[in-house]
């Protein structure tokens, strides 16, 4: 198999890495005790290699969210007892025998706070978004999830991780609570007076910070070699924005300064020096832990890596690793056509190219520029002495990104490809969304705004992901336009002075607005992700199935209503 071959040939410590797979968490920590048992079938190995490859199932996420019947290692010692563990049939058996259904361990809850007609909703006029808003409440009583007690008192038999409070999941195959989603969850939350269920939903989110040093991609142990965007800090403020305790924003200070420690260690793989003008320059990428598949990928990672027989396997599952923790899995971003065959500026570029953990994104960096001067506003909010540090942060950073990021004949900033030593050739929509909503465009709003307008990627049905349509490889390119980057988009361009930017900002809310309540009316769903150059159609493409329901996608309309409301309208 290519992930034995990779253990084969590779470097010591590529199989020294191997050998850990699953065992080994972001933080460079290992795992202890239950949770380390419990990766045992789940985070890797002879079991979960062999159900995976016998292909029982579908989707690779559903066996790794099945709960063990019994302790793993009794489960373990009866699959070795198998004559022939390639006998599709008896291991389907073993399989009913040794495990409960997926996500079954996660008990439907309705949050305590919900309201049937939140006092905000109420003040839409518009009857028809009125109508729409209350339905999307209503789905957070069908989002809500509790795990089983027995996930915290058995966790060996489980791939869930405990959580003190009950939580909002995205919907669909994502049963469990997800990093950057949450931060949207908890926006629409807030717009619906739930704010005692959005600080619950973060504090789950800091105890992670508190027991791992880091916030996992997801809530399950398989999860744990990965984070995700770190808006942890920016979900904090959004919740003391509302509720004022400076008390609790005093308590969780410490360990979102924590997990900003986490990004910024050199023991991590989150760093990056380049070579500036004036001396070096640090930045940050995305970086896995894992060196083999992923477990709720693991067919189709097997598939990329054999895709490409002249690269190292475990560079292959780290890059597609990498690019999980991006939130944008998969894109034309991450893929290098040198490594694997195709053209990214033809579209034909291939998911075995993926080298993400070779990127330096405009995003993350801008997600940190947004902790360091958040962390430096609760400090000054508490009126604590010790915040400058951040400021400081702050102004490094920004002084590195305009200086590696900006591409003046394009008019926006653009990842950097540190192998090849020059931009991406791929224009992004985080290129502009996320300096916008991270204020880095300050300096030069006009131009900015120029570059957007000029990308193609503003669309009918709001904005696409990138310039590259990948014919459905990828799902985070063309045509897709996905909720969180819309947001971002339109609230950074609401922060620009003068009034071009805010006024495209309504005009691309409304767009939205329009897409989404099209594909609302048509179908009773919200989806996660749709097509940008299509109103009212879903987004598609992907190593998995298009997902309803869905946490962010209604957290951002929620928000766009609050704020479009006097203005949003149906289509008639």
Not at 11 to 34: I, W, Y
Not at 45 to 73: R, T
Not at 150 to 160: P, T
Not at 555 to 566: D, E, I, K, P
Request: net charge negative; charged share 20%; with cysteine.
């Amino acid at each position: 198999m290519k992930k034995q071959r990779a253990a084969a040939t590779a470097a010591p410590e590529v199989v020294a890495a191997l050998q850990e797979d699953g065992l080994r968490m972001a933080s460079g920590r290992r795992l202890e005790g239950a949770l380390a048992r419990a990766a045992k079938v789940f985070g890797g190995g002879p079991l979960l290699h062999a159900v995976q490859q016998a292909g029982l199932f579908k989707d690779s996420k559903h066996f790794v969210d099945m709960p063990m019947k019994e302790d793993p290692e009794m489960v373990l010692a009866a699959f070795h007892e198998l004559q022939d563990p390639s006998d599709k049939k008896a291991l389907e058996a073993f399989v009913k025998s040794y495990f409960d259904d997926a996500g079954s361990e996660l008990e439907p809850w309705t949050p305590e706070d919900f309201q049937e007609a939140p006092a905000l909703l109420k003040q839409i006029k518009d009857e028809a978004m009125q109508t729409w808003a209350l339905g999307l409440n209503r789905l957070w009583a069908t989002l809500g999830r509790r795990p089983h007690c027995a996930v915290e008192s058995c966790q060996q038999r489980y791939s869930s991780l405990p959580q003190r409070f009950p939580t909002i999941v995205p919907g669909g195959r994502f049963r469990e609570t997800y990093y950057w989603d949450t931060y949207w969850v908890i926006r629409g939350l807030l717009v619906c007076g739930m704010l005692e269920t959005a600080k619950g939903v973060a504090e789950n989110l800091l105890d992670s910070v508190r027991k791992f040093g880091f916030v996992p991609n997801g809530t399950r142990v398989y999860y744990l070699d990965r984070s995700q965007p770190p808006l942890l800090t920016d979900m904090v403020m959004a919740i003391h924005s509302v509720s004022g305790d400076d008390k609790w924003l005093a308590d969780v200070l410490p360990v979102l300064e924590s997990e900003y420690a986490f990004w910024m260690s050199p023991d991590t793989g989150h760093l990056a020096c380049l070579s500036g003008k004036r001396g070096p320059l640090q930045l940050n990428i995305y970086h896995s832990a894992r060196a083999g598949p992923r477990p709720e990928a693991y067919v189709e990672d097997l598939e990329a890596a054999r895709q490409a027989p002249e690269r190292d396997a475990a560079e292959v599952y780290r890059g597609l690793c990498s690019g999980a923790e991006s939130g944008w899995d998969f894109s034309a971003r991450w893929l290098d056509s040198r490594l694997g065959g195709g053209d990214t500026a033809a579209n034909t570029a291939k998911i075995c190219s993926i080298s993400t953990q070779n990127v330096v994104p405009v995003d993350l960096n801008c997600f940190l520029l947004r902790v360091e001067e958040g962390l430096a506003k609760a400090y000054r909010l508490l009126a604590r002495p010790g915040g400058e540090k951040y400021l400081e942060a702050a102004s490094k950073r920004k002084e590195a990104m305009e200086e590696i990021f900006w591409i003046e004949e394009a008019q926006s900033y653009r990842d950097f490809c540190l192998d090849a030593g020059r931009s991406s050739s791929v224009a992004a929509l985080s290129d502009f969304a996320t300096p916008f909503w991270a204020g880095l465009h300050s300096s030069r709003p006009g131009d900015a705004l120029q570059g957007l307008q000029r990308s193609g990627l503003l669309q009918a049905g709001g904005a696409a992901s990138t310039s590259v349509n990948t014919q459905g490889a990828t799902q985070w390119d063309a045509p897709n336009a996905w909720p969180p980057l819309q947001h971002m988009l339109i609230e950074g361009l609401d922060q620009l002075h003068g009034s071009e930017g805010p006024a495209l900002a309504q005009d691309l809310a409304q767009r939205w607005l329009s897409s989404c309540y099209q594909a609302w009316q048509r179908s009773g769903f919200m989806y996660e992700k749709y097509n940008a150059a299509v109103p009212g159609e879903g987004g598609g493409g992907g190593e998995y199935e298009p997902q309803v329901g869905f946490g962010w996608s209604n957290g951002v309309v929620l928000v766009f209503l609050a704020r479009n409301w006097l203005a949003a309208s149906s289509e008639k």
